[in-house]
Nanobody, 118 residues
Framework: QVQLVESGGGLAQPGGSLRLSCAAS????????LGWYRQAPGKECELVAR???????NYADSVRGRFTISRGNAKNTVYLQMNSLKPEDTAVYYC????????????WGQGTQVTVSS
């Protein structure tokens, strides 16, 4: 079993910044990827950014150049630095881990609200 605990959401003004954190604990495979997804009201859940255990990253086009995903030194913590925030970034942000073994296991965090508004 794996637990994901997110923190760092809140209210920011347009053009401002927020940093999300997610700590994964439990039986974590060495080969894994950590990601951030978001879901805005009335919209589908979408991938924001993902980082592999080899530190390869990919981003949604809408956030590339503004958001940065990174892992902590312990490797089981992932951060999402969000700069130049826009109102359309308002959503619930979810942390996600995919673990690759004989099968792929996926776990989700509980979500953290990010609101961008003046």
């Amino acid at each position: 079993q794996v637990q994901l605990v997110e923190s760092g959401g809140g209210l920011a003004q347009p053009g401002g910044s927020l940093r999300l954190s997610c700590a994964a604990s439990g039986s974590i495979f060495r080969d894994n990827s950590l990601g951030w997804y978001r879901q805005a009201p009335g919209k589908e859940c979408e991938l924001v950014a993902r980082i592999t255990s080899g530190d390869s990253t990919n981003y949604a086009d809408s956030v590339r150049g503004r958001f940065t995903i990174s892992r902590g030194n312990a490797k089981n913590t992932v951060y999402l630095q969000m700069n130049s925030l826009k109102p359309e970034d308002t959503a619930v942000y979810y942390c996600n881990i995919r673990m690759y073994g004989t099968t792929t296991l996926v776990y989700w965090g509980q979500g953290t609200q990010v609101t961008v508004s003046s």
